[in-house]
């Protein structure tokens, strides 16, 4: 089935695999958090490619 529905798309999952191996790093080291909260905010910081740069 998965390579039927490569040929049809054209596609591969190979972002979605990276993004969910970064994902599995994160959460790994979240021992250290507090909250859930902190975990969300470091992986949109990380992974949500922001301009942290000062105005």
């Not at 994160?26 to 021992?31: D, L, P, S, Y």
């Not at 902190?38 to 992974?47: C, E, G, P, R, S």
Request: net charge positive.
């Amino acid at each position: 089935v998965r390579n039927l529905l490569h040929i049809k798309s054209n596609s591969s999952n190979g972002k979605i695999e990276g993004m969910n191996s970064k994902l599995r790093g994160f959460t790994k080291r979240a021992f250290g958090f507090k909250t859930l909260k902190n975990l969300k905010i470091t992986i949109f910081i990380a992974l949500g490619k922001l301009n942290l740069t000062p105005a």
